[in-house]
């Protein structure tokens, strides 16, 4: 059974920052690529930062230069450190685990985390 579980949403002022953690067991982690999208109100679900197997990092435009994936094959957790948060960033994140290119592999969503930034 694959899990993936998000911790470390809350309440940040405006500028502040915030690190999530996703914690997955029942795949081979090291070689899944890990992600993180999130979801405002009345918004479709965007990706925010994708970490590959190899560690090749993605980031959205918005959030590039304030936030950092990184991950822990040794934790099997990916995480998500967010900095100057913007009012713009709040919205239910998601940790993504995607094994489409290996053999048995899928993809997988956590149930998510809601980040809320407000003074």
């Known amino acids: 059974q694959v899990q993936l579980v998000e911790s470390g949403g809350g309440l940040v002022q405006p500028g502040g920052s915030l690190r999530l953690s996703c914690a997955a067991s029942g795949i081979l982690f090291s070689s899944y690529a890990m992600g993180w999208y999130r979801q405002g109100p009345g918004r479709q679900r965007e990706l925010v930062a994708r970490?590959?197997?190899?560690?090749?990092?993605d980031y959205a435009d918005s959030v590039k230069g304030r936030f950092a994936i990184s991950r822990d094959n040794a934790k099997n957790t990916v995480f998500l450190q967010m900095s100057s948060l913007k009012p713009e960033d709040a919205a239910v994140y998601y940790c993504?685990?995607?094994?489409?290119?290996?053999?048995?592999?899928?993809?997988?969503w956590g149930q998510g985390t809601q980040v809320t930034v407000s003074s």
């Open positions: 993504n685990a995607d094994g489409r290119m290996i053999l048995r592999g899928g993809e997988y």
């Open positions: 970490i590959t197997s190899s560690g090749r990092t």
